[in-house]
């Protein structure tokens, strides 16, 4: 006699940590506007779809900022390499997050090394002495009276953070990746056998992104370089039911 199946719901789910958006909805132009006080370019704002638009480190920093007592905040490195996340950029968007990888005092980009001297006196306050590479984290962004380069302040959240760590070092060639360690960080391997490339400069500053390629980015780019394909993506904790 053939034995009866029962259905049963246990099927292999993707887990969700984090729902995620961009600025999208009625909250945007609010960031819009908070964020143009500090920040007049690369960022755009289209009434009709409710969507802000635009991505660089420091505009990444400043909505961190706004959103963080919302319990929301800008994608991580971590966050990076979640499908969910990834699959947003539909080949078409890049995604910044608000970091600042701090590689070498050598920089070749002008504004880039009027602001390695601001971070300089950061970095020393937190490890105690200038260690590079490190990566930055933490920090908001304001107007600032010395409008040489970027022409704003690193202002220090009460999570500020510096994290050296050799991985760090930029490279002359690709490395990939599938998960991330305690500190966020990137677990690399020379072989080929990953999710995830990392791409990244071998010195001065570098932002940290997800190309329409699905490749994480850390070149040596201006960190207020941005386009109308760029964003900021929100994310928030799922909390579980009980």
Same mark, same amino acid.
């Given at each position: 006699?053939?034995?009866?199946?029962?259905i049963?719901?246990? *099927?292999? *789910?993707?887990?969700?940590?984090?729902?995620?958006?961009?600025?999208?909805?009625?909250?945007?132009?609010?960031?819009?506007?908070?964020? =143009?006080?500090?920040?007049?370019?690369? +960022?755009?704002?289209?009434?009709?779809?409710?969507?802000?638009d635009g991505?660089?480190?420091?505009?990444?920093?400043?909505?961190?900022?706004?959103?963080?007592?919302?319990?929301?905040?800008?994608?991580?490195?971590?966050?990076?390499?979640?499908?969910?996340?990834?699959?947003?950029?539909?080949?078409?968007?890049?995604? +910044?997050?608000?970091?600042?990888?701090?590689?070498?005092?050598?920089?070749?980009?002008?504004?880039?090394?009027?602001?390695?001297e601001?971070?300089?006196?950061?970095?020393?306050?937190?490890?105690?002495?200038?260690?590079?590479?490190?990566?930055?984290?933490? *920090?908001?962004?304001?107007?600032?009276?010395?409008?040489?380069?970027?022409?704003?302040?690193?202002?220090?959240?009460?999570?500020?953070?510096? =994290?050296?760590?050799?991985?760090?070092?930029?490279?002359?060639?690709?490395?990939? *990746?599938?998960?991330?360690?305690?500190?966020?960080?990137?677990?690399?391997?020379?072989?080929?056998?990953?999710?995830?490339?990392?791409?990244?400069?071998?010195?001065?500053?570098?932002?940290?992104?997800?190309?329409?390629?699905?490749?994480?980015?850390?070149?040596?780019?201006?960190?207020?370089?941005?386009s109308?394909?760029?964003?900021? +993506?929100?994310?928030?904790? +799922?909390?579980?039911?009980?």
């Amino acid at each position: 006699m053939t034995k009866k199946l029962k259905i049963i719901g246990d *099927f292999n *789910f993707e887990e969700r940590r984090i729902v995620s958006s961009f600025v999208e909805g009625k909250g945007a132009e609010y960031i819009y506007k908070e964020v =143009l006080k500090t920040i007049k370019t690369g +960022v755009w704002y289209d009434p009709r779809t409710e969507r802000m638009d635009g991505g660089s480190t420091l505009l990444a920093a400043r909505v961190d900022s706004i959103v963080r007592p919302l319990g929301i905040r800008v994608t991580n490195l971590a966050d990076l390499i979640r499908p969910e996340i990834r699959r947003m950029t539909e080949g078409e968007y890049h995604f +910044v997050t608000p970091d600042i990888i701090f590689r070498s005092m050598k920089d070749n980009f002008e504004p880039n090394r009027i602001l390695i001297e601001k971070l300089v006196p950061l970095v020393e306050e937190k490890l105690g002495v200038l260690k590079l590479p490190c990566l930055i984290s933490g *920090f908001d962004v304001k107007p600032s009276k010395d409008k040489r380069g970027y022409g704003v302040e690193i202002v220090p959240r009460s999570d500020f953070s510096v =994290l050296y760590d050799g991985r760090l070092v930029g490279r002359n060639y690709t490395e990939v *990746f599938s998960c991330v360690d305690r500190n966020k960080l990137p677990m690399l391997s020379h072989s080929k056998f990953g999710i995830v490339s990392w791409q990244s400069a071998k010195d001065g500053l570098s932002s940290l992104s997800l190309g329409r390629s699905g490749n994480i980015h850390s070149y040596g780019s201006g960190l207020m370089t941005s386009s109308e394909n760029g964003r900021i +993506v929100l994310v928030k904790d +799922v909390v579980e039911k009980r």
